[in-house]
């Protein structure tokens, strides 16, 4: 019966993104900061040494 619950979460979840994504309130530049601020929550050490960790040209 768990699986059962959590499959439905996953899919509820995915369906949601989907929908966010369609209607643009998610986009390609909020992703990129996602990504960011997680790698200097998770790597901060090596931001304080300096290590740029800007993902992407810019």
């Known amino acids: 019966m768990y699986r059962?619950?959590?499959l439905i979460g996953l899919i509820y979840i995915l369906i949601g993104?989907?929908?966010?994504?369609?209607?643009?309130?998610?986009?390609?530049?909020?992703?990129r900061q996602v990504a960011q601020a997680l790698l200097a929550?998770?790597?901060?050490?090596l931001v304080l040494?300096?290590?740029?960790?800007h993902v992407g040209g810019k």
């Not at 040494?49 to 960790?53: A, M």
Request: hydrophobic share 60%.
């Open 4 to 6: 059962i619950g959590s």
């Open 17 to 31: 993104l989907y929908v966010a994504w369609v209607h643009n309130y998610i986009t390609p530049t909020l992703l």
């Open 41 to 45: 929550i998770f790597l901060w050490f």
């Open 49 to 53: 040494l300096g290590v740029d960790l």
